[in-house]
């Protein structure tokens, strides 16, 4: 047992922090404020190898493992954590196709997904009635000659309007054949491809820098060398998309939490009540303590279920836990910090309240807290 | 960071886990009826090495790190809570400070047999009116020729109607303008002229493990009773603690694994609405959260255990924070778990029929002593606030 981190973990870690701190957080504030899309902090992020911190170096990647790309997710996200769930998506998407890609495709896209070549890339799974469910989706690919079309809409697209290449699930097989997740096949989209339209942005309570839209896929033709992974093989894929990203939202919300409570701490010992300041008080001291245990405990569970990826064992279960465990306690740690940060816990003018718009979200994408929770209960009444 | 086992790790977890399955907990439940003290699994556990764990070799311990005992503390008390605390008061709080504080003598003379299980250790710091405010304690020891003559009371000792030794704290020094106190620990065995004990408590949980008070009146102990120096006994006790709550941290676990263990299995064969139980998401979600937060309470507690196997050799690294933060989440945590395994099993759950009863009143100790749950908070907050 080792709970120290190894040397390349420690650069990574530092390099991330470094660059968050100089560069990102001094943008925050107004990245919130005027929804802007951090292009040039994105940009910035693939000088520093942060878009693909777990793909292999030969497609342009760091090769730095899971655990890194966790600790560097948590300092971006405790900077700006519209930046990092841009930065979160596209190191997936990367990492997806490096795991599941041609070789054409891993040498295509992945080196412009790393360096921020492509702004980002984007995943097409979530549709406007189909969510926790993907087996419900009702986009369809359908094979004409040698090209696939696709159509259908997605919702919820992450940084749909400036990604470079989408991986877009689409129903393959016949519903009566494949019920449910069987029948879905995973295609890269290139963006400006005919017919893929980008819908309006939507208006969030946090994450207002991140974009978020819908996409449309009409009549969308595809080359058959735009399959990613296998025919009918895109429930897996999903899945293993889905389990890795779960580590990046949990390392997102531990962000968010961490400068929650680093910015409690300073505000308690700086401001004063009835005579002493309200870091004397128990009643701050007891939220204090709990914010941070919550994180530590959130820490170790997300770095658990890191190394087991990293070790290529099975690692579902474990990154469900640092999940929903993480996130629920992100947003108890951020609504703790605007309780301790009192009326000015409310205003703009303390990070506070961006923080607890942020961080709610991190218990509905990537899975819900409740499909952590069937994921979490399977695996322990399957014991 | 790594978080598999040795090798060795695995295989005291494992030796735990079958004594704890084929000898502990077919007893579990006549001991808590029967407040009956487990004599014959103290000196099994003896045998097995499982009162000295992390105590070198060379004074009679099994010489291992503290995440094995922290190992094998989980899987005593999954089966008996009791049988757990009694484990860990013994490597903890008596063989621990021993090992870090005591003379050659007494690892010599007291530290081997207790470390060995032919002896039995206690440990006493709280008084009548002096718990988490260990600071305000009255029991005093006055120097006299030759040794040391004590006078006090300490009480909800541990293992305390059985023990052999006492490791006790009293004030050696009183500034009298100030008021200011220094304190001693002492080594001194049961059957010292002045040091008895009275009857044993009754408690909601842990019934097995007895508990007393104790009194020392005109008790004389030789010189070489002091562990450690005269006057930092404050230094030896709160030490002593900081390993200590991963000792109760693992407790904690043990009982919260064996309330779960217990749910999933009732669950799955409990009929509801045409359904087992466990087709519910109303069960389905109690036991994922009984398991994440399962989960979470153990990475703490080892996180705790490796530091203080570190700082076993580099006496830079501290752990109190990391004690506390475990044993805080891990004895919450046991409670919620053992509070929802009751409400899994409704009215069965409530009756002693089924373990999850006796997991329940077992778990509320945990926030209690080796420092409160408030205690822990004070000690988590004051690292965040300090600089």
Same mark, same amino acid.
């Given at each position: 047992?080792?709970?120290?981190?190894?040397?390349?973990?420690?650069?990574?870690?530092?390099?991330?922090?470094?660059?968050?701190?100089?560069?990102?957080?001094?943008q925050a504030k107004e990245i919130d404020a005027t929804e802007k899309f951090p292009a040039e902090i994105l940009r910035g992020l693939g000088d520093l190898g942060l878009l693909a911190v777990n793909v292999p170096g030969v497609y342009g990647g760091s090769e730095a493992g899971?655990?890194?790309?966790?600790?560097?997710?948590?300092?971006?996200?405790?900077?700006?954590?519209?930046?990092?769930?841009?930065?979160?998506?596209?190191?997936?998407?990367?990492?997806?196709?490096?795991?599941?890609?041609?070789?054409?495709?891993?040498?295509?896209?992945?080196?412009?997904?790393?360096?921020?070549?492509?702004?980002?890339?984007?995943?097409?799974?979530?549709?406007?009635?189909?969510?926790?469910?993907?087996?419900?989706?009702?986009?369809?690919?359908?094979?004409?000659?040698?090209?696939?079309?696709?159509?259908?809409?997605?919702?919820?697209?992450?940084?749909?309007?400036?990604?470079?290449?989408?991986?877009?699930?689409?129903?393959?097989?016949?519903?009566?054949?494949?019920?449910?997740?069987?029948?879905?096949?995973?295609?890269?989209?290139?963006?400006?491809?005919?017919?893929?339209?980008?819908?309006?942005?939507?208006?969030?309570?946090?994450?207002?820098?991140?974009?978020?839209?819908?996409?449309?896929?009409?009549?969308?033709?595809?080359?058959?060398?735009?399959?990613?992974?296998?025919?009918?093989?895109?429930?897996?894929?999903?899945?293993?998309?889905?389990?890795?990203?779960?580590?990046g939202i949990a390392s997102q919300a531990l962000g968010i939490a961490r400068a929650a409570l680093d910015e409690s701490v300073t505000y308690a010992k700086d401001r004063k009540a009835f005579g002493k300041s309200i870091g004397e008080f128990q009643a701050i001291q007891w939220?204090?303590?709990?914010?941070?245990?919550?994180?530590?405990?959130?820490?170790?569970?997300?770095?658990?279920?890191?190394?087991?990826?990293?070790?290529?064992?099975?690692?579902?279960?474990?990154?469900?836990?640092?999940?929903?465990?993480?996130?629920?306690?992100?947003?108890?740690?951020?609504?703790?910090?605007?309780?301790?940060?009192?009326?000015?816990?409310?205003?703009?003018?303390?990070?506070?309240?961006?923080?607890?718009?942020?961080?709610?979200?991190?218990?509905?994408?990537?899975?819900?807290?409740?499909?952590?929770?069937?994921?979490?209960?399977?695996?322990?009444?399957?014991? | 960071?790594?978080?598999?086992?040795?090798?060795?790790?695995?295989?005291?977890?494992?030796?735990?886990?079958?004594?704890?399955?084929?000898?502990?907990?077919?007893?579990?439940?006549?001991?808590?009826?029967?407040?009956?003290?487990?004599?014959?699994?103290?000196?099994?556990?003896?045998?097995?090495?499982?009162?000295?764990?992390?105590?070198?070799?060379?004074?009679?311990?099994?010489?291992?790190?503290?995440?094995?005992?922290?190992?094998?503390?989980?899987?005593?008390?999954?089966?008996?809570?009791?049988?757990?605390?009694?484990?860990?008061?013994?490597?903890?709080?008596?063989?621990?400070?021993?090992?870090?504080?005591?003379?050659?003598?007494?690892?010599?003379?007291?530290?081997?047999?207790?470390?060995?299980?032919?002896?039995?250790?206690?440990?006493?710091?709280?008084?009548?009116?002096?718990?988490?405010?260990?600071?305000?304690?009255?029991?005093?020891?006055?120097?006299?020729?030759?040794?040391?003559?004590?006078?006090?009371?300490?009480?909800?000792?541990?293992?305390?109607?059985?023990?052999?030794?006492?490791?006790?704290?009293?004030?050696?020094?009183?500034?009298?303008?100030?008021?200011?106190?220094?304190?001693?620990?002492?080594?001194?065995?049961?059957?010292?002229?002045?040091?008895?004990?009275?009857?044993?408590?009754?408690?909601?949980?842990?019934?097995?493990?007895?508990?007393?008070?104790?009194?020392?009146?005109?008790?004389?102990?030789?010189?070489?009773?002091?562990?450690?120096?005269?006057?930092?006994?404050?230094?030896?006790?709160?030490? !002593?603690?900081?390993?200590? *709550? $991963?000792? #109760? =941290?693992?407790?904690? %676990?043990?009982?919260?694994?064996a309330a779960l263990e217990k749910s999933v299995q009732y669950a799955k064969e409990r009929k509801s609405f045409g359904v087992t139980i466990d087709k519910h998401q109303a069960i389905q979600f109690m036991i994922a959260d009984m398991g994440t937060e399962l989960d979470a309470?153990?990475?703490?507690?080892?996180?705790?255990?490796?530091?203080?196997?570190?700082?076993?050799?580099?006496?830079?690294?501290?752990?109190?924070?990391?004690?506390?933060?475990?044993?805080?989440?891990?004895?919450?945590?046991?409670?919620?778990?053992?509070?929802?395994?009751?409400?899994?099993?409704?009215?069965?759950?409530?009756?002693?029929?089924?373990?999850?009863?006796?997991?329940?009143?077992?778990?509320?100790?945990?926030?209690?002593?080796?420092? !409160?749950?408030?205690?822990? *908070? $004070?000690? #988590? =907050?004051?690292?965040? %606030?300090?600089?």
């Amino acid at each position: 047992m080792e709970f120290d981190l190894n040397e390349t973990q420690s650069l990574i870690q530092k390099a991330a922090r470094d660059y968050a701190q100089k560069v990102i957080l001094p943008q925050a504030k107004e990245i919130d404020a005027t929804e802007k899309f951090p292009a040039e902090i994105l940009r910035g992020l693939g000088d520093l190898g942060l878009l693909a911190v777990n793909v292999p170096g030969v497609y342009g990647g760091s090769e730095a493992g899971v655990v890194s790309y966790s600790l560097a997710m948590q300092e971006v996200a405790r900077a700006c954590a519209s930046t990092a769930v841009t930065m979160a998506v596209t190191n997936m998407v990367g990492e997806v196709i490096a795991q599941f890609g041609t070789e054409e495709q891993r040498q295509k896209y992945c080196p412009k997904l790393a360096s921020g070549e492509y702004l980002a890339g984007a995943f097409g799974l979530s549709e406007p009635g189909a969510g926790s469910d993907p087996g419900g989706m009702l986009t369809t690919a359908r094979l004409d000659g040698d090209t696939w079309v696709l159509d259908g809409a997605k919702q919820w697209i992450t940084s749909g309007a400036y990604a470079g290449v989408f991986v877009v699930w689409a129903r393959t097989g016949d519903k009566t054949i494949h019920p449910g997740g069987k029948g879905l096949t995973c295609f890269l989209v290139e963006a400006g491809t005919p017919g893929l339209r980008i819908g309006r942005k939507e208006d969030k309570m946090g994450l207002r820098g991140s974009n978020t839209v819908a996409l449309e896929l009409d009549g969308v033709r595809v080359p058959a060398s735009a399959l990613l992974g296998e025919l009918n093989g895109g429930f897996k894929i999903g899945m293993m998309a889905l389990d890795g990203g779960r580590i990046g939202i949990a390392s997102q919300a531990l962000g968010i939490a961490r400068a929650a409570l680093d910015e409690s701490v300073t505000y308690a010992k700086d401001r004063k009540a009835f005579g002493k300041s309200i870091g004397e008080f128990q009643a701050i001291q007891w939220k204090l303590a709990d914010m941070r245990t919550a994180i530590d405990a959130a820490h170790l569970l997300t770095m658990r279920a890191a190394t087991l990826k990293e070790a290529k064992k099975p690692f579902s279960r474990e990154a469900s836990m640092a999940k929903v465990f993480a996130t629920e306690n992100a947003w108890k740690i951020c609504n703790e910090a605007v309780q301790i940060h009192g009326g000015y816990g409310y205003t703009r003018e303390f990070p506070a309240e961006r923080h607890l718009r942020d961080v709610r979200v991190s218990m509905i994408y990537e899975g819900t807290s409740e499909v952590q929770r069937i994921v979490i209960a399977r695996s322990l009444l399957s014991e | 960071m790594d978080f598999e086992l040795t090798e060795t790790q695995r295989m005291i977890r494992d030796t735990a886990r079958d004594f704890a399955a084929k000898e502990v907990a077919p007893k579990a439940a006549e001991l808590d009826k029967n407040e009956r003290w487990p004599a014959e699994l103290v000196a099994k556990m003896g045998e097995l090495g499982f009162l000295g764990i992390a105590v070198p070799e060379e004074y009679g311990g099994a010489g291992l790190d503290h995440v094995s005992y922290a190992l094998a503390m989980e899987e005593i008390s999954a089966a008996c809570a009791s049988t757990g605390v009694i484990m860990s008061v013994n490597n903890s709080l008596f063989c621990d400070p021993l090992v870090k504080f005591g003379s050659e003598k007494q690892k010599k003379e007291i530290l081997t047999p207790v470390a060995r299980g032919e002896k039995l250790g206690c440990f006493g710091l709280t008084e009548p009116m002096s718990g988490s405010d260990a600071q305000t304690m009255v029991t005093v020891a006055k120097k006299v020729d030759g040794g040391w003559v004590i006078d006090g009371a300490k009480n909800w000792i541990t293992n305390g109607p059985h023990a052999d030794y006492i490791i006790l704290f009293a004030i050696t020094e009183k500034d009298p303008t100030t008021g200011k106190v220094k304190h001693t620990a002492f080594v001194i065995p049961s059957g010292t002229a002045g040091f008895t004990k009275n009857a044993r408590d009754h408690k909601l949980g842990i019934k097995a493990a007895h508990s007393c008070t104790v009194f020392f009146e005109n008790c004389f102990v030789p010189d070489d009773a002091v562990v450690g120096k005269v006057g930092e006994g404050f230094k030896v006790a709160m030490a !002593t603690l900081d390993g200590g *709550r $991963i000792g #109760i =941290a693992s407790q904690a %676990l043990g009982i919260a694994k064996a309330a779960l263990e217990k749910s999933v299995q009732y669950a799955k064969e409990r009929k509801s609405f045409g359904v087992t139980i466990d087709k519910h998401q109303a069960i389905q979600f109690m036991i994922a959260d009984m398991g994440t937060e399962l989960d979470a309470a153990r990475l703490l507690t080892w996180r705790a255990a490796a530091l203080k196997d570190k700082a076993v050799t580099d006496k830079s690294v501290r752990h109190s924070m990391e004690s506390a933060q475990a044993k805080l989440y891990a004895s919450e945590m046991s409670t919620r778990v053992a509070h929802k395994a009751i409400q899994i099993h409704g009215g069965y759950g409530y009756s002693t029929e089924f373990p999850v009863e006796r997991n329940y009143r077992d778990a509320r100790i945990t926030e209690l002593y080796e420092g !409160t749950s408030e205690i822990q *908070r $004070i000690v #988590i =907050a004051a690292n965040l %606030l300090k600089g």
